[in-house]
């Protein structure tokens, strides 16, 4: 049975820091777990994803260069890592799981949050200006 919890979400001033982890359980190295976000009145969008065994990691254009995703397998657990937060960050924070037997191992994981079938409860992160 495949469970995640995320936790970690916090309440910062823009330009501060927020580390979310994502505990799984149930999941081999043939899955990733990706992050997802969603802001009031808005649709649920990824944001970073990456392979349980590391690798294979996107980020949106949003985030690149101010978000970084990790993993720790043998903790069981996918880390988000977010520097130089803005009010357009805040949001809810979601991890999801997907396995992946239709990639070639190591390829770039899904972006699509409809191809994850396995969700987090949801952690929340609020950026004060």
């Known amino acids: 049975q495949v469970q995640l919890a995320e936790s970690g979400g916090d309440s910062v001033q823009a330009g501060g820091f927020v580390r979310l982890s994502c505990v799984y359980s149930g999941i081999s190295h043939r899955y990733c777990i990706g992050w997802f976000r969603q802001a009031p009145g808005k649709d649920r969008e990824g944001v970073t994803a990456?392979?349980?065994?590391?690798?294979?990691?996107y980020y949106a254009d949003s985030v690149k260069g101010r978000f970084t995703i990790s993993q720790n397998q043998a903790k069981q657990t996918v880390y988000l890592d977010m520097n130089n937060l803005k009010s357009e960050d805040a949001g809810e924070y979601y991890c999801a799981a997907v396995y992946t037997s239709n990639l070639p191992y190591g390829g770039t994981c899904p972006r699509g949050r409809n191809e994850y079938g396995y969700w987090g409860q949801g952690t929340q992160v609020t950026v004060s200006s």
């Open positions: 990456i392979w349980t065994s590391g690798g294979g990691a």
